[in-house]
């Protein structure tokens, strides 16, 4: 048996063309292997080997007319369907699309929260002894102490008062009674220092002490006592980095002091498995105090820190408190600053491999696989963690079709308006089709151009036409404009679905004047001829002869617009979007066809139900199918090919 027949040119090209297919398609698979994708590398090997028995042997000669065919079949028909189906039986949404696997890992890598002072820390960035790979952060920890003003020793009597006749600008008259300061006088606010001369004082008491000022306007005695708690915490803006305070009130005057805040530095280095407090001596400062070097740590470079900067993020470093507290790197250097920014976190969420459940280290709560795709509290039915993952339902989706309100009602009435739509739609394509048809098939003057303008609806992209539709159809559009009417069109659920209809019905009733015209053509002329010699007049050769001739000739292609216009999504989805809806935060709207409210539920709400919308998809094949089946059985058409 020879394998290549023909001539030698013609086996050549069909051994390159055969070779390059199969060469082609297997570094494809070889790709889907690498990146795990296992079924597709097996349809891939499949396909492989369909080509390769089918052009290099010779065990089926219409298997090499079949096979490219078939290999699109599986691909394009039987794997989204089978998919689809097996899709229907899984908790499949937003929050349940990993798998279960990825969700522990996600959970555990997420399951972290700030300490409670939120707390973080400016720190270098580097590694401590001579791997670059072990992770290190040089950090200051400031704090600020007050205290006397180091080599001031200066004391005020002051009054407390405020400004403007605002009471909540508080201020202070001070005077230097003592002669120690270069200001004898001056007002200070929180914010502002303003030194006073003596002909700025509008009054004295016995002691030369200024009580008041332009502006300034003292408390009163029972003010001041309803305000001894506040007192000690007050500051008061004195010149350079030094502020005042006030002592104890002495006959409503204050003996305020000159103070000084200033940043005490501690300094530390953390890696992935210590914490240490480092001696000031062996940390180099800049000149604010701020570490930038220590014995023992040496800080990254830009390369290196592009090196590791996939890796660095995911580092928890040890705090000086101890576990779950850690601390992790948040942001790194750049934009031109040289430090890196660290957070004290708390990691809240434990993983029990053995047992397989989480428990939240600071709650104690225990969450268990609920076996609907997530980690559930066991104390607490609605606390659960998220992500989840797909998991397996069996028939609840197709149940909950049926079981729950907000998807049953709906539901109920878009299948109605499906099949309504769908029937109205060809019926009412066919029957204006036709009717063109027949008027079209009588001979009058400049048929050719009719014919053309008939077609033109059918020429034109459907997108398009649709959208001109919405335009025209719009309130402000231009139908109402043009008839000087007011009709919300699209807005209100009777006439928007009158509107839908009206629309399609432009777009396919050319599809049904071509083929109802080339059908009457088809149609014997002598059959009429022989019903008119017998009697019967134009109407009942139509009824009695023409249609059920038509009928039994198109009725495949009445089945397949029937299909069709079931799904028929462009139509719905561009024109009105399924509007108006049933009712506030209702999915669902009046246009909606099957198809429209399972996209909807897919991808056009907060939590996007895959399994539910792939059990709505397995529902509509099995009607449409059914439908047609029925329809063909019926009709009668297959038995003319057995």
Not at 21 to 47: E, H, K, P, Q
Not at 102 to 111: F, H, K, L, P, S
Not at 122 to 135: H, M, P, Q, R
Not at 520 to 541: C, F, V, W, Y
């Amino acid at each position: 048996m020879r394998i290549f027949k023909g001539k030698l040119i013609a086996v050549i090209a069909k051994i390159i063309a055969v070779t390059i297919a199969i060469t082609t398609l297997s570094f494809f698979m070889l790709a889907a292997i690498g990146t795990g994708d296992t079924n597709i590398a097996i349809f891939l090997g499949v396909c492989i080997l369909i080509l390769a028995v089918a052009y290099l042997t010779n065990i089926s000669i219409p298997l090499k007319f079949f096979a490219p065919g078939i290999m699109f079949l599986i691909a394009f028909v039987i794997v989204p369907m089978v998919f689809t189906l097996s899709m229907s039986g899984f908790k499949y949404q937003t929050g349940n699309m990993l798998s279960k696997e990825q969700a522990i890992e996600t959970i555990d890598q997420q399951g972290t929260i700030n300490d409670e002072n939120q707390t973080s820390y400016d720190v270098i960035l580097g590694y401590a002894g001579k791997k670059s790979t072990n992770v290190a952060i040089l950090g200051s920890i400031s704090k600020e102490e007050e205290g006397a003003a180091a080599g001031i020793y200066v004391k005020f009597d002051t009054v407390l008062g405020y400004l403007d006749g605002d009471k909540t600008k508080l201020a202070v008259l001070c005077t230097d009674t003592w002669g120690d300061s270069q200001y004898a006088f001056f007002l200070a606010t929180p914010d502002k220092f303003t030194p006073l001369t003596e002909d700025k004082i509008t009054s004295f008491d016995d002691n030369y002490v200024g009580l008041g000022t332009a502006g300034f306007k003292s408390f009163t005695k029972d003010e001041l006592t309803s305000m001894l708690d506040q007192i000690p915490s007050m500051k008061f803006q004195y010149e350079g980095d030094y502020f005042v305070k006030l002592g104890s009130p002495v006959k409503g005057l204050f003996e305020a002091s000159v103070n000084q805040s200033k940043l005490v530095y501690t300094y530390f280095m953390a890696t992935a498995n210590s914490y240490q407090i480092l001696d000031p001596a062996t940390v180099t400062k800049d000149s604010s105090g701020e570490a930038l070097g220590a014995i023992g740590f040496k800080k990254y470079k830009s390369a290196q820190i592009s090196k590791y900067a996939d890796t660095i993020g995911n580092v928890r470093l040890t705090y000086s408190k101890p576990k779950p507290y850690f601390l992790g790197i948040e942001t790194l250097p750049g934009g031109g600053s040289q430090y890196a920014r660290v957070e004290v976190k708390i990691k809240n969420i434990q993983y029990d491999q053995k047992a397989d459940t989480f428990t939240n280290v600071l709650t104690k709560a225990v969450y268990k696989d609920d076996g609907r795709g997530n980690y559930r509290n066991i104390k607490d039915k609605k606390d659960y963690l998220d992500p989840g993952w797909r998991q397996g339902v069996w028939f609840e989706n197709f149940v909950n079709l049926f079981s729950e309100p907000k998807i049953r009602e709906p539901l109920f009435q878009v299948f109605l308006w499906t099949i309504a739509f769908a029937v109205l739609t060809v019926v009412s394509q066919f029957a204006l089709g036709l009717l063109v048809a027949i008027a079209m098939d009588k001979k009058i003057r400049g048929r050719n151009v009719y014919r053309s303008l008939m077609i033109l609806p059918y020429a034109m992209p459907s997108i398009m036409s649709i959208l001109i539709w919405g335009g025209m159809l719009d309130d402000n559009g231009a139908i109402n404009s043009l008839l000087h009417i007011h009709i919300n069109w699209l807005h209100e659920p009777t006439m928007a679905k009158v509107s839908v209809l009206l629309v399609n019905l432009w777009l396919g009733f050319p599809y049904f004047y071509l083929i109802s015209s080339g059908s009457l053509q088809a149609i014997p002329k002598e059959l009429a001829e022989s019903a008119s010699i017998d009697g019967a007049n134009g109407r009942q050769i139509f009824r009695m002869i023409t249609l059920p001739l038509l009928l039994r000739m198109l009725t495949p292609l009445l089945i397949a617009s029937f299909a069709f216009n079931f799904n028929n999504f462009n139509i719905i989805y561009l024109l009105t979007g399924g509007g108006p809806s049933f009712s506030f935060g209702s999915i669902a709207g009046s246009t909606d066809i099957l198809i429209s409210y399972t996209y909807k539920l897919a991808f056009d709400t907060t939590v996007q139900d895959y399994g539910l919308a792939s059990a709505i998809s397995v529902v509509i094949f099995l009607i449409v199918a059914g439908i047609s089946m029925y329809g063909i059985r019926k009709s009668k058409v297959l038995d003319d090919f057995a």
